[in-house]
């Protein structure tokens, strides 16, 4: 049965920066692509990054490209998220996903209960 259980999140001020991590199981987390997804409340999922299994070809959404760094540990099965420079828009539940498609956005829906990021000054 495939696992993601989301951890990290937090209170934290605007500008400040917080690391997420994503501890996987189940299946083979070294063979699959992977990303962060997140939910504002009252909004849909947005994308927000994406990486192969590997971690050599990484992608970002327009909203958080030069603030956000995604990379992975295939070692310890856990795929991570480092924010900085965070604003009051980046407050949402974050949830890292499996990748189905040719796409980073093709991801399934998330399986694990998410890690909240709240912005606030």
Known sequence: EVQLVES???L???????????????FNFA??????VRQAPGKEL???AGIN??????????????RFIISRD???NTLYLQMNSLVTEDTAMYYCATVRGPSYTDYDMPRGQGTQVTVSS
Request: charged content about 15%; aromatic content about 12%.
């Open 46 to 48: 947005e994308w927000v």
């Open 74 to 76: 295939n070692a310890k």
């Open 12 to 26: 934290v001020q605007p500008g400040g920066s917080l690391r997420l991590s994503c501890t996987a199981s189940g």
């Open 53 to 66: 299994n590997l971690g050599r070809y990484i992608e970002y959404a327009d909203s958080v490209k030069g």
């Open 8 to 10: 990290g999140g937090g």
């Open 31 to 36: 063979f699959s692509a992977m990303s962060w």
